[in-house]
């Protein structure tokens, strides 16, 4: 037997050639490189690089897959252990460990093709009755009294939307209509929680919302008993159902729809207690400013007619008179003044010219007075030889007698 393998002449393969010809088998194969494959999620791990590795498996055999960063991104839910899903892709070898794996491209829960049929259908059934037309949606209150709250009281949307109201408006009441939120009884417990609310205790506005999940775990939201109760609520319903990427036709129907529970409650919250601190701080600076103005205006009316009753008051003619008064009493003192003036400047005058024809002032120069029986001689003819004269000097007088004319 060993001479027989020495000399066999059939050809030889190499690990890595054998590997190829068998991956090139089955990428030639139409049939698998376009596949639907069904089975349990097991072994699930996410990568670094965002690439998805896991074994989908049955009860008699297991499927590496792979599905990269690319397509993993656009994923409509979340892959987790357990779950059972379809993967679409193609049949392929990895030459290095020479395994045969499924290179997934699209992921999707068990049955959600057939589901989303009937998603499809409802939607264009109830779209054409125009329960979706936007012109029918009512407005959100900016600041509502009142917050009614849908959805399971166990939920993480609960306690999510309730810190969210807390922290934004504390002074909202909030009310719980309590109902579970999957499962088949859950479509008619969320329309009866609608219509208590509505009923027992009208809120301004209803949150209807629950956490994220499959399309199976999200079809309640997708019921149309559901979808005709959020239309026929007397409060504007804000959806908050699953994550951003989620939609059910309780959105479409919704008076808004918000991508989380989280952000429904912040959207039933446009006004936050910082909002009405800040509102409350703007008004009263601006009723301070108007209250400023107005005492200003009336200060200013005040001054006018203070000063009208100055101008017509009989103390202010009483003033303008004693001014005048005044005024006359100035000018009688000046002209008094220079009339008094003027006569001492005249009778200086006066005084002057005295001064100046006083004999006596005549005798200071050295002349004298001679008088003949108390007349003034001022003639030689007034005397004759023998007559007794008075002579008057500077510094007194004297008698004397004519005894000759010269």
């Known amino acids: 037997m060993e001479q027989l393998a020495l000399f066999d002449a059939s050809p030889r393969w190499t690990v890595s050639d054998l590997t190829r010809h068998l991956r090139l088998l089955l990428e030639n194969d139409p049939e698998l490189q376009g596949m639907w494959v069904q089975g349990e999620i097991s072994n699930l791990v996410r990568a670094a690089s965002g690439h998805i ?33 379809e993967a679409h892709g193609r049949i392929s070898i990895y030459e290095v460990s020479g395994q045969y794996q499924l290179y997934v491209d699209s992921l999707r829960p068990l049955g959600e093709g057939v589901l989303y049929q009937e998603f499809l259908r409802l939607k ?15 407005p959100i209150p900016e600041l509502p009294k009142r917050i009614g709250i849908v959805t399971s009281p166990t939920g993480a949307a609960l306690r999510d939307m309730l810190k969210t109201l807390q922290r934004r408006m504390p002074l909202t009441e909030v009310v719980l209509s309590p109902s579970p939120v999957q499962g088949d009884e859950a479509p008619q417990a969320l329309v009866r929680a609608i219509q208590a609310l509505n009923e027992s205790m009208p809120p301004d506005v209803i949150l209807l919302g629950r956490g994220g999940g499959s399309i199976e775990d999200l079809w309640a939201f997708n019921d149309e008993r559901l979808v005709r109760a959020v239309v026929a609520s007397r409060a504007p319903v804000i959806s908050g159902v699953g994550h951003e990427t989620d939609f059910t036709l309780v959105d479409f129907a919704a008076d808004l729809r918000a991508a989380t529970p989280t952000a429904a409650a912040e959207l039933a919250t446009a006004l936050t207690v910082l909002d009405l601190k800040q509102t409350l701080v703007e008004s009263v600076r601006m009723l301070a400013e108007s209250l400023m103005d107005l005492l200003d205006r009336q ?26 008064l005044d005024d006359f009493g100035r000018h009688g003192n000046a002209l008094q003044a220079h009339r008094l003036e003027l006569a001492g400047a005249r009778l200086n005058g006066l005084q002057n010219r005295l ?19 108390e007349k003034v001689v001022s003639s030689r003819s007034q005397v004759r030889a023998g007559d007794n004269l008075r002579v008057r000097v500077r510094d007194g007088s004297f008698d004397a007698r004519v005894t000759g004319k010269g």
């Open 124 to 138: 264009a059934l109830l779209e054409a009755e125009g329960l979706f037309d936007p012109a029918r949606k009512r």
């Open 299 to 324: 200060q200013t009316l005040l001054d006018g007619i203070q000063t009208g009753l100055r101008f017509y008051s009989p103390l202010r003619r009483i003033d303008i008179e004693q001014q005048r």
């Open 53 to 85: 590795y896991f074994t989908l498996k049955d009860s008699g055999a297991a499927l590496k897959c792979v599905m990269w960063k690319g397509e993993a991104a656009q994923l409509k839910f979340v892959p987790r252990e357990g779950a059972a899903v």
């Open 355 to 373: 001064a100046a024809l006083n004999p006596q002032a005549v005798l200071e120069r050295g002349y004298s007075l001679v008088t003949k029986d």
